[in-house]
């Protein structure tokens, strides 16, 4: 919820909600087109997607369509809202960096990742190996590297500064919270923009971050438990672009621990899917950097910002660039 705010156009991420409050003209003279647009640049094919929506808001059905060849469609931005509760800006106790990158891996597959991690599922449910772990729960290694974990203390304020340099927007959203957008700017070496929140920054759970740019964002740990932080374009997901936050695992525990459903473990044996232990089903911290084939990014990606041709990915592939 936010201060009221007039504008022309709100900008929508994937899996991002909002609400308008439409003043309606007292005469029924005319029609008005509204319209929606999609961004090309969260699209790797865009000719392959119709790229503008458009309905009528009638008046009247003899009412002319009005058409204004110089309308104003600036859409109101994310740090120039301020939420109704007033909450200051949060001052951090951690602080978290995430560099998402896409490019080949060494399964020869074009990946996405934070960290030149890309996500792949443990053998043993997050959330299981917090419940299982004991004391160990705390350590970060015990997740696995693939799943690229940060623990975090309970109520804690968190920064996260994410980096986006990849060619094309993401839309990132973190489960279990809301969080404060502090600042925005670009990453680009050629380009210098920063915009900084108001002194009680707007709140969301979702993010839009143009390719080549930067977002800061706060939350308090406030939640025990396991929550991803992920691109919500779904393949983007499928490829690998996700990470995870355990939160407060002691909390977790305490919690928790009568409360996941017998069925849940069913369900996980009945795929052969392990129910306790470290990520790779193993006790404690032994054996868990079990010897297994995660795929890690080549050293001499192609530069990131621009998108890279159809033929010089094939290129990079087939090329000798696979040791």
Sequence with gaps: MVKEKATHGVNVGVGQRTSVLVTTHDNTDSNYIFHADMYTDLLQMPRYNPLNFTGTVEYSPNGWLKRERCAKWMCVQDLDLEPLDGEQILEPDTRVTLDAYSGVFSDQTFRHSFNNYTYVTPKVPTVLTALTSGNDAVNSKIYGHQTNTHVLRHMDVVEVLVNNHDYYSHPFHLHGHVFQIVERGSIRPNEHYTKMSLDVPVKRDTVVIRGGHYAILRFRADNPGVWLFHCHIDFHIMLGLQMTFVEAPDQIQQRMHDLVPETYRENCIAQGIKTSGNAFGNRGLVDCEE?????????????????????????????????
């Design 291 to 323: 010897d297994q084939e995660v795929p890690t990014p080549y050293t001499d990606q192609f530069e990131s910002y621009d998108p890279p041709s159809g033929w010089k990915l094939i290129s990079y592939i087939l090329s000798g660039n696979n040791n």
